[in-house]
């Protein structure tokens, strides 16, 4: 079955530079969300999109956006990239009717590392 | 909003033993969702089991199991006879104000 891809895999970038995630929901999946995680912690919720629309926002810097286009593929922008930046970074996607808890599933993450 | 507590932060053991992961799930809302996510060495999050709030029956999955108690909040996963390869962080999610919220995960060492 297909699943979550993501790309690139691995990212290397100095401060102050700008990266650029993609993720390509499973098929017929109408949501996909963005997850952070910093080494040794839990992911945390950036944001997701329903339908291509914005549907929630979590703990995302502003120097961060995304947007989901037409084909359901989606995109995190970070730009003035500081240390701190460096994390796994998960894409998600489920079919999700508003107000269910359907089965959310993860791409294998992009690890992005700021020198 | 809600919470998720993974108490234990590490666990070890030797191979063979069974082990069991504990989650205590705080909320308001009288229906939610509950999941189990498994992080190898290599980084993925794979997802194990959902699990809704009325439904209260235990699941097993060949050496996996899972017991929810909704009178407790807790969700626990029970790995029977562990192997190497089931070493890993478990995270434990509950799904509510239409994200998913982390435990802060269990580390999972098997021992040969």
């Known amino acids: 079955a297909a699943g979550v891809i993501q790309s690139p895999r691995h990212l290397i970038k100095e401060k102050r530079e700008t990266a650029t995630l993609k993720c390509y929901p499973i098929?017929?999946?109408?949501?996909v969300y963005w997850y952070q995680q910093g080494p040794g912690q839990d992911p945390q919720f950036l944001i997701s999109?329903?339908?291509?629309?914005?549907?929630d926002k979590g703990s995302i810097p502003d120097r961060f956006s995304a947007q989901q286009f037409s084909d359901y593929h989606s995109e995190l922008n970070m730009s003035s990239l500081e240390l701190g930046d460096s994390a796994l970074y998960f894409c998600?996607?489920?079919?999700?009717?508003?107000?269910?808890?359907?089965?959310?599933?993860f791409g294998e993450g992009s690890w992005l590392t700021v020198v | 909003a809600q919470k998720v507590t993974q108490a234990q932060t590490e666990i070890s053991v030797v191979e063979k033993e069974d082990v069991t992961l504990d989650c205590v799930y705080e909320?308001?809302?009288?229906?939610?969702?509950l999941f189990w996510y498994k992080q190898p060495p290599s980084g993925e999050l794979v997802f194990l089991i959902r699990?809704?709030?009325?439904?209260?029956q235990n699941e097993i999955s060949g050496r996996y199991s899972w017991n929810f108690q909704k009178s407790t909040s807790s969700f626990n996963f029970t790995i029977t006879a562990s192997q190497v390869v089931d070493s890993a962080v478990y995270f434990c999610?509950?799904?509510?104000?239409?994200?998913?919220?982390f435990g802060q995960g269990t580390r999972l060492t098997i021992n040969p």
């Open positions: 098929p017929r999946h109408d949501t």
């Open positions: 699990r809704n709030s009325f439904d209260e």
């Open positions: 999610a509950g799904w509510g104000a239409q994200k998913l919220v």
């Open positions: 999109f329903y339908e291509k629309m914005q549907s």
């Open positions: 998600a996607s489920s079919y999700l009717p508003r107000g269910s808890g359907n089965t959310i599933y």
């Open positions: 909320t308001r809302d009288t229906t939610y969702y």
